[in-house]
């Protein structure tokens, strides 16, 4: 009996040592000589030494005998007093390594690690288990459906979803692509997940020089590791692996890899492509993204391609991807909600809103477009081609509106087109293309008297986002110059009619002041006050005259130059009602307004300013009638502008909420207009705070520029 329980003693006893090392390494004594630590051996031996039996039990039981009674051993370990994890894990790692000397007491990262992965198999368990009820009507598995749907809308662009990108094709769609060359593949069969794809050439192996990420292109490849390829060639430039994914994607792939995806690959190689210069594979992935993907063509990827193409100096081709992808509907602006209303509501409801999304999303990007090229003209001193595109976004404006889209869904970049536009007009002031060949294109007897006002007439035409940075480059750019000239208290006093007038008028204290300076963008060119009155003759301020007119007119020095063409006069008119002046004065000042109004030819517009809070005054009806009598409709514009919007908004804002005028104000002022003939006048809404209504403004102001 000795002999047969000889090998087994012997074992447990080694077990039992590597045991006892490990707790005392484990507890602090760096000596495997007990005798030099008596007070710490004595004290870790009293403790441990029952679960170290155990646990060298358990592993010669493991290692030589029955694995169900080493279980029993472990469990009574386990329970045992004074044992914590990270000391059975030493005593573990000690037993289960043969040469071990010292324990290896594992980190708490790789503890944390070790939690990490049980949750996750949990949790994963779970998800099995509860896959049934998932796809069931429970309130739960529908509530978790539905959430689950709202992430994938909120980020559909951030994450390839494969089965979304699938029911967005076209139940036109005319594809009918196989797997194995044998299995039709349709949208109601397809996986979210597909499996690998057939090469045509199979075997055929496409090696990148990436040596991290996607490494190489072959069988195995998915269309997420396609995008990564792209990414990676893209930013750092590698015209290599461009050429290689170009070949893979257009050459060896068959028509079942990424299904409902691939034109989304194909425009992003495309973009790539042009980023890097390399038109020819660019022109292939365009060509072949619009023969046989056109139903999962997205507007984001068109305008994309668009303005790649533009950096490229390829305007042609991108004015054609712009028509044939990005094109206006025929008919403009439709309801969709109007159709056959014999089909399922729930279904028709369903397809007019993708139907109507599509369209807004479709009108986004193309006025994004045609900005990016107008931009890319106007910098490049093309001015007719930039113009040309500007006159395409004023031709979209009321579609624009139509749909309820706002400046901020838009994000035009209003600001840098005004600036280039400033930037052409600059050099056509030099005398740039004034000998220019009719080959260039460039005639600027067809250009308007200031390039920038053809932008003005685009930004007019859409949403107004009341920019301050916008309208300041804008105002910059068509007021570069103002002086004041004289002021006249009779006709004999104006200065010569050799421009375009435009007059400012209305009771005192209206606001005629504060809105001149606010668009001229200038503080202090015509003088405001709180007194009524403080404005008593007819104030001329010249617009874009010579440089040094004002030494000039105050020296008498003849100064060379002449004025620009888009130069004129802004008339700043006293105000009639309560101003403190003497009813004779008053009375002079009716007489000269309306031999003014009658005899002054270069007059073009009368801009008749009225209190937004209060409606038309007497005194404002007084000045309708004499406008009504007297002034030629055909040679002058009658614009009418509530001033002070701001005034009834509590709170008012610049981009928010910037002014507003009530119902019954603008009521009263229609029918004042109408009984005086001047219902044909148009209203403008502004105020000088918060920046509202100066587009409108400098719309009519154009009038006198041209003049």
């Not at 100096?313 to 109007?338: M, N, Q, R, T, Y």
């Not at 610049?654 to 006048?681: C, D, F, I, Q």
Request: aromatic fraction near 6%; glycine fraction near 4%.
């Amino acid at each position: 009996m000795y002999a047969a329980m000889k090998k087994p003693l012997k074992l447990i006893w080694i077990h039992f040592k590597k045991s006892i090392t490990a707790i005392t390494s484990y507890h602090g004594c760096t000596s495997h000589h007990h005798q030099s630590c008596p007070a710490r051996t004595s004290t870790t031996m009293r403790l441990f030494l029952p679960p170290a039996l155990l646990l060298a039990l358990h592993v010669s039981l493991t290692t030589s005998f029955s694995p169900s009674a080493a279980a029993v051993a472990f469990s009574w370990c386990s329970s045992s007093r004074g044992v914590d994890a990270r000391c059975r894990s030493a005593m573990l790692s000690a037993l289960e390594d043969d040469d071990a000397t010292t324990a290896s007491i594992p980190s708490k990262r790789s503890q944390r690690k070790a939690a990490e992965r049980a949750k996750k198999q949990q949790q994963q368990n779970t998800t099995d288990r509860n896959t049934n009820r998932s796809d069931s009507n429970h309130p739960e598995a529908v509530l978790k459906r539905q959430r689950r749907q709202q992430q994938q809308q909120t980020n559909h662009r951030r994450k390839h979803n494969y089965e979304e990108r699938s029911n967005f094709l076209s139940s036109q769609d005319d594809f009918v692509t196989t797997l194995d060359r044998s299995q039709p593949l349709t949208n109601t069969n397809f996986h979210p997940h597909p499996q690998p794809h057939l090469l045509q050439h199979s075997g055929t192996v496409h090696t990148l020089h990436s040596s991290q990420g996607v490494s190489k292109l072959d069988d195995n490849t998915t269309a997420e590791d396609v995008v990564r390829a792209i990414k990676r060639a893209q930013n750092l430039h590698d015209l290599h692996d461009v050429a290689e994914i170009a070949h893979f994607l257009l050459e060896q792939v068959d028509t079942s890899f990424a299904y409902g995806y691939r034109g989304s690959l194909l425009s992003r190689l495309a973009v790539a492509s042009l980023h890097l210069n390399n038109i020819p594979i660019a022109t292939r992935c365009i060509t072949e993204r619009r023969i046989s993907h056109r139903s999962s063509m997205l507007p984001l990827e068109s305008a994309a391609i668009v303005r790649g193409l533009t950096r490229c100096h390829c305007i042609k081709e991108a004015w054609e991807v712009l028509e044939d992808e990005l094109s206006l509907p025929l008919s403009g602006w439709v309801d969709f909600e109007e159709g056959d209303r014999q089909e399922d509501e729930r279904h028709l409801e369903e397809q007019a809103t993708r139907r109507r999304l599509e369209m807004r999303d479709r009108l986004i990007h193309r006025a994004r477009g045609i900005g990016s090229i107008a931009s890319r003209h106007f910098y490049q001193e093309e001015p007719t081609a930039a113009m040309h595109a500007v006159d395409k976004l004023k031709d979209m404006g009321s579609i624009v509106k139509q749909a309820g889209l706002s400046a901020s869904d838009l994000e035009m970049p209003w600001e840098k087109l005004v600036r280039g536009a400033a930037l052409c007009e600059s050099r056509r002031r030099e005398g740039k293309w004034n000998d220019a060949p009719e080959s260039s294109g460039e005639d600027p007897s067809q250009w308007p008297c200031n390039i920038v006002y053809n932008v003005l007439d685009a930004m007019v035409a859409f949403p107004s986002d009341n920019n301050d940075r916008t309208f300041e480059a804008l105002c910059n750019a068509l007021v570069r110059r103002t002086v004041f000239v004289t002021g006249a208290v009779n006709m004999k006093g104006c200065p010569t009619p050799d421009r375009g007038e435009v007059a400012f008028i209305g009771r005192s204290n209206v606001g005629k002041s504060s809105l001149v300076n606010m668009l001229t963008n200038r503080k202090s060119l015509a003088f405001t006050s709180k007194t009524p009155g403080k404005t008593q003759q007819f104030n001329f301020f010249a617009v874009n005259d010579k440089p040094d007119l004002e030494r000039q007119i105050r020296f008498g020095d003849d100064v060379p130059g002449s004025k620009d063409r888009d130069s004129f006069y802004i008339v700043d008119l006293p105000g009639f009602g309560f101003a403190k002046v003497p009813q004779k004065q008053r009375q002079q000042w009716s007489d000269f307004m309306e031999e003014y109004f009658n005899s002054r030819e270069t007059l073009k517009v009368v801009f008749h300013l009225i209190d937004a809070r209060h409606g038309p005054t007497d005194e404002d009806a007084k000045i309708m009638q004499k406008v009504g009598d007297i002034l030629d409709s055909k040679r002058t514009q009658y614009v009418v502008i509530l001033t002070k919007a701001d005034k009834n908004v509590k709170g008012a804002d610049s981009e928010k909420n910037p002014g507003k005028v009530s119902k019954s104000v603008l009521e009263k002022l229609t029918e004042t207009m109408k009984a005086h003939r001047v219902g044909y006048a148009p209203i403008v809404l502004t105020s000088a705070q918060t920046r509202l209504g100066r587009d409108e403004v400098w719309k009519y102001l154009r009038l006198a520029a041209e003049a």
